[in-house]
């Protein structure tokens, strides 16, 4: 997505009047409203936090393979590194999901324990945050979610 998309994309998800946020005004919003929340969001949690894992081991991997060939003659080792910070900085995203679901603001965590809500998704969440974690770890030696420049210090 290009910058402005994005934008646009998150105001309607978590800006002010975004379906993602529950507000002061909750009691007026309906029950077709409430029922999408618990219906929708679980799904778009777990999706979204899959969609990130997956590209971070793509990242991981492509590195590694990478790896297999590069040398200093090539030059291929700089880019290695590169790569290999931006899956860092993928898993670390990842994991920000559980912030996201966690935050007071957005009370995503109601929709997840909800009764309209399919019970396995909490379950499904966690393990893949672990997953998330477990493949940082193995990347970088530490769960740090401080995002790091692929280009190198400014």
């Known amino acids: 997505l290009k910058e402005g998309e994005a934008k646009t994309m998150e105001s309607a998800l978590v800006g002010s009047k975004g379906w993602m946020v529950v507000g002061a005004d909750d009691d007026d919003m309906g029950d077709q409203y409430t029922l999408i929340r618990q219906r929708c ?7 979204l936090h899959k969609v990130l894992l997956d590209t971070g ?3 991981k991997k492509a590195a590694q393979r990478m790896k297999a ?5 090539n030059g291929l080792w700089g880019r290695v590194e590169q790569i290999e910070i931006a899956a860092a900085n993928i898993f670390r995203k990842a994991l920000k999901v559980a912030d996201l679901v966690a935050s007071r603001e957005y009370r995503l965590y109601t929709v997840l324990q909800s009764e309209g809500s399919n019970d396995h998704h909490p ?5 893949q945050l672990n997953e ?5 770890l193995e990347l970088t030696g530490t769960l740090s979610l401080d995002m790091e420049n692929p280009n190198g210090p400014n």
């Open 132 to 136: 998330s974690a477990t493949e940082l």
């Open 41 to 47: 969001l679980p799904v778009v949690i777990v999706w």
């Open 123 to 127: 379950q499904v969440l966690l393990k």
């Open 69 to 73: 060939v590069a040398s200093e003659a």
């Open 57 to 59: 081991r793509w990242y």
